[in-house]
């Protein structure tokens, strides 16, 4: 199958269905054939290969491609241990349409990357109710992580 990548007019389906064995058989290759052919791909269809065989970085780049930022975010903060990487987070919780997401990614900052907190919330700043986010950081009792974060939108 992989000897038909290279013809001139390959469909579509070529692409895909290679994914998706790639996705059951050789995940190692998966990435690198999302990366080179996305705009070939049938991503609906991987995805949900992506989704069932629980690769969850491969599955938030589909995502990421697929403009469902959404889905991205929350992949990534289910799947934090395989999907995580700080600037990728940082860039997708930008295009969040969900307001309710932006609330469980400082929940799972404040949980998962404490250090790494005012960093986000400063990407974030334009778009959350502050007095929202005190109240988080109060009723964990950790007000005192966020205050750098404070002392910016006060300024």
Not at 57 to 75: H, S
Not at 119 to 147: E, F, P, S, W, Y
Request: aromatic share 10%.
């Amino acid at each position: 199958m992989e000897s038909g990548l290279g013809l001139e007019r390959a469909h579509m389906g070529i692409f895909t269905e290679l994914g998706v064995l790639y996705a059951r058989y050789r995940s190692e290759k998966l990435m690198e054939h999302i990366k080179l052919f996305s705009t070939r791909l049938n991503i609906p269809k991987l995805i949900r290969a992506c989704d069932e065989q629980q690769h969850w970085k491969e599955l938030t780049y589909l995502y990421i491609q697929y403009d469902e930022f959404d889905n991205a975010a929350t992949t990534i903060m289910n799947h934090s241990s395989d999907a995580w990487d700080h600037m990728q987070f940082k860039d997708v919780c930008v295009k969040v349409s969900n307001v309710e997401l932006y609330y469980k990614a400082v929940q799972f900052y404040l949980q998962e990357h404490p250090d790494l907190i005012n960093d986000m919330l400063n990407v974030l700043a334009l778009r959350l109710d502050h007095t929202r986010v005190v109240d988080i950081m109060r009723k964990a009792g950790q007000l005192h992580l966020v205050k750098p974060y404070m002392v910016a939108i006060q300024s």
